[in-house]
């Protein structure tokens, strides 16, 4: 965010010389040092020689336990810290899983209208796109006869699989390109509600636009590193075939698969640096992979609860619209029954639509959530960037200017 210090010029040297989770000091600003976060000293003072706010419990609380806050007339001794403030919906330090998970719900509630707005636009684009390709662009499903043995049934496994993969990539892409557009208007949604600022759907689209081509080429490229790696693993084994080559193709795509996620998880915090820090592609792909560094097993912890919760949510959703949909549509289900075709109708597509719909307006605020503040946390633990965030939210005791 342009008017909020330290968001668009980051530091780089406490991510390189401080691992995540050493406590860093939580002192306000006198006037000489109100730059951003890369003008701080990485090197922590003396124990007891930390300075509170001025204004008691008004700015960010400095680390549990450390000597020098309070207790005693000298300021001496293990007196519990003033609680953290909270100008929005998260606290102003270091954030735990639930915490991280509770800002991105609050978010939600706290800027309904704009979320609800960009996702629910977003969605209902999207899947108006997807139900038109499945109706009219797509081929139909290869046949396969339940009889065949032998190489046949070999054949029109292949050419199953290889229409179901042509059928999916249509939907795949304009699902990426709807999550795409929504993470980078929530981003710059979620980027004020930490600081408690009110934030209109037109405010965040005037923030998010310019950033939405480099945001594709981002996506793009961290598909097609996951796309060549998984390439690398398979053909081998595709290019032998028989036995041994079944082996080889299952032993390659769990070794690059394990390749694949490690990369992901490194790069999950490019999209939230490129957004709010301005960097181009590459440079937010270091950036990620600086903050990740030292903590990924906690990140890849985060992501695959959010990607849990999520499923249990999308099922949630799904399996009663898809049961409504495939009741409401005898022809598809009868030819599913007779012929193993799944030709359904539009009763099917628009019931499931709905579905679909509702699942992506509820999820996609969710992940992009839990990736900004993932984000956030991150600088906190290595930049101090609640006093930052402090600053500009207007905390009493902290220099204000930006």
Not at 80 to 87: F, I, Q, S, T
Not at 126 to 140: F, K, N, S
Not at 208 to 228: D, E, F, K, N, Y
Request: glycine residues 12%; contains cysteine.
């Amino acid at each position: 965010m342009n008017d909020t210090p330290g968001w668009a010029s980051p530091g780089s040297a406490p991510s390189d010389g401080q691992k995540a989770g050493v406590p860093r000091p939580s002192e306000p600003v006198d006037g000489s040092g109100s730059g951003p976060a890369g003008n701080w000293s990485p090197t922590q003072p003396p124990a007891g020689k930390w300075s509170p706010p001025s204004t008691p419990g008004a700015g960010p609380g400095g680390p549990h336990g450390a000597p020098g806050w309070g207790g005693g007339p000298h300021g001496a001794g293990w007196a519990r810290p003033p609680a953290a403030a909270k100008p929005g919906v998260i606290p102003l330090r270091p954030l735990g899983v639930g915490e991280i998970l509770d800002g991105a719900v609050s978010t939600m509630r706290a800027h309904w209208r704009t979320v609800l707005g960009i996702t629910l636009t977003v969605s209902v684009i999207a899947q108006i796109a997807i139900t038109l390709v499945q109706r009219y662009l797509l081929p139909e499903p290869a046949a396969i006869n339940p009889d065949a043995t032998g190489s046949e049934a070999l054949r029109q496994s292949a050419d199953s699989a290889q229409s179901a993969l042509i059928n999916n990539v249509p939907s795949l892409l304009i699902t990426m390109i709807a999550t795409l557009i929504t993470t980078s208007v929530l981003t710059v949604v979620i980027s004020r509600s930490v600081l408690g600022r009110p934030v209109t759907l037109s405010d965040a689209w005037g923030e998010a636009r310019p950033r939405l081509a480099q945001m594709l080429g981002l996506t793009l490229l961290l598909v097609l590193i996951s796309s060549a790696i998984l390439t690398v693993g398979l053909l081998p084994g595709m290019l032998i075939g028989s036995a041994v080559g079944a082996v080889l193709v299952a032993v390659g795509f769990l070794a690059t698969s394990v390749v694949v996620i490690w990369l992901m998880v490194r790069f999950c915090l490019a999209p939230p640096a490129l957004m709010l820090e301005q960097q181009s592609i590459t440079a937010s792909m270091r950036r990620s992979a600086k903050l990740v560094r030292g903590a990924w097993w906690r990140t890849f912890g985060i992501l695959a609860l959010t990607w849990l919760l999520t499923l249990i949510v999308s099922l949630v959703i799904a399996i009663p619209f898809s049961i409504i949909a495939i009741s409401v549509d005898g022809g598809g289900i009868n030819s599913l029954l007779t012929d193993g075709s799944m030709d359904f109708g539009w009763p099917f597509l628009i019931v499931s639509g709905i579905g679909a719909v509702i699942t992506a307006t509820i999820t996609y605020p969710l992940s992009a959530g839990v990736m900004a503040l993932l984000y956030i946390d991150q600088r906190i633990r290595r930049e101090a960037l609640d006093l930052d965030l402090a600053r500009a939210a207007g905390l009493p005791g902290y220099d204000t200017r930006s």
